[in-house]
C-alpha cells in the first residue's frame, strides 16, 4: 500500500502572511489539526494546532504572541515530507523516528496531499483485514526458508482462504506470523495446525 492511496487530496493550505487567528479558525472549521503553509505554490512551512497554542501561550519562551502574529512566526519550517509512491509504512517510520503527526507529500514540488497518523490507522486496518468478516490466527514459525510457505499450504489443505498475513520477527529464532482468514472457526483450524506441528498461539487452546 502506498502513501498515495490513504492521503488527503487535494490538501487544504494556508499562506504564510496569515494571522494565527486566521489560522486556528480554520482548523477548528475544516475540523483538522495540520495545515501546510504555501507561498507561491511553494511548501514553505506547517503549523499545527499546536504551534498555535505554544505561540500564543505564557509557556512561549519570546512571550505570548497576538493573535494578528503572521503565520509564518510560528510555523515549522524545516519540513519532513512523502512522496506519492513511499510505502505506508515507510511514512510511518519517519513519522515515529521524527515524532511529528504528518507528513505533507510531494509531487514535482508541488503539495499534492497530506497522510496524519490517523490515516496511517486506517492503512492498518485495511492491511490486517479487520475491515472485513474473518477470524484471526497467530502462530510462531521457525525463522528458516519455507516456514510461510509451509503454513499457507496447510491452510489451502483445510480450504481456507486468506485475507491478511502479516509477520515480523519475535527473536532470532522465532517468526510470529499473523493470518486473518475466512472463516470464524478458528478454533477448529487451530487444532488442525497443531495437529500438523504448527505452533498456534492464537486462539489458545480449549479448556474440553
Given amino acids: 500500500m502506498l502513501v498515495k492511496e490513504v492521503m488527503k487530496?487535494?490538501?487544504?493550505?494556508?499562506?504564510?502572511?496569515?494571522?494565527?487567528?486566521?489560522?486556528?479558525?480554520?482548523?477548528?472549521?475544516?475540523?483538522?489539526?495540520?495545515?501546510?503553509?504555501?507561498?507561491?505554490?511553494?511548501?514553505?512551512?506547517?503549523?499545527?494546532?499546536?504551534?498555535?497554542r505554544l505561540a500564543t501561550s505564557a509557556l512561549n519562551p519570546k512571550?505570548?504572541?497576538?493573535?494578528?502574529?503572521?503565520?509564518?512566526?510560528?510555523?515549522?519550517?524545516?519540513?519532513?515530507?512523502?512522496?506519492?509512491?513511499?510505502?505506508?509504512e515507510e511514512a510511518a517510520r519517519v513519522m515515529r523516528v521524527r515524532k511529528i503527526g504528518c507528513l505533507p507529500v510531494v509531487?514535482?514540488?508541488?503539495?499534492?496531499?497530506?497522510?496524519?497518523?490517523?490515516?496511517?490507522?486506517?492503512?492498518?486496518?485495511?492491511?490486517?483485514?479487520?475491515?472485513?468478516?474473518?477470524?484471526?490466527?497467530?502462530?510462531?514459525?521457525?525463522?528458516?526458508?519455507?516456514?510461510?510457505?509451509?503454513?499457507t499450504g496447510l491452510l489451502a489443505q483445510q480450504g481456507v482462504n486468506i485475507h491478511s498475513l502479516l509477520s515480523y520477527p519475535e527473536d532470532e529464532e522465532a517468526v510470529r506470523a499473523v493470518v486473518r482468514v475466512n472463516t470464524l472457526e478458528t478454533h477448529l483450524l487451530a487444532e488442525a495446525l497443531r495437529q500438523s506441528g504448527m505452533e498456534v498461539v492464537w486462539p489458545p487452546r480449549k479448556p474440553w
Avoid: N, W
Wanted: proline share 10%; glycine share 10%; net charge negative.
Fill in 63 to 88: 512571550g505570548p504572541c497576538p493573535g494578528s502574529t503572521p503565520v509564518r512566526e510560528a510555523m515549522t519550517k524545516e519540513v519532513v515530507t512523502a512522496d506519492p509512491l513511499d510505502p505506508v
Fill in 107 to 151: 509531487e514535482d514540488e508541488v503539495v499534492v496531499g497530506i497522510v496524519t497518523g490517523i490515516d496511517l490507522l486506517d492503512a492498518l486496518l485495511r492491511l490486517t483485514g479487520v475491515t472485513e468478516p474473518s477470524g484471526r490466527l497467530e502462530v510462531r514459525l521457525p525463522d528458516r526458508p519455507g516456514e510461510l510457505a509451509r503454513l
Fill in 9 to 52: 487530496s487535494p490538501v487544504l493550505t494556508i499562506g504564510p502572511e496569515a494571522t494565527l487567528e486566521e489560522a486556528y479558525a480554520f482548523l477548528l472549521q475544516k475540523g483538522i489539526r495540520h495545515l501546510p503553509v504555501v507561498e507561491e505554490g511553494r511548501l514553505v512551512g506547517i503549523l499545527t494546532d499546536r504551534d498555535i
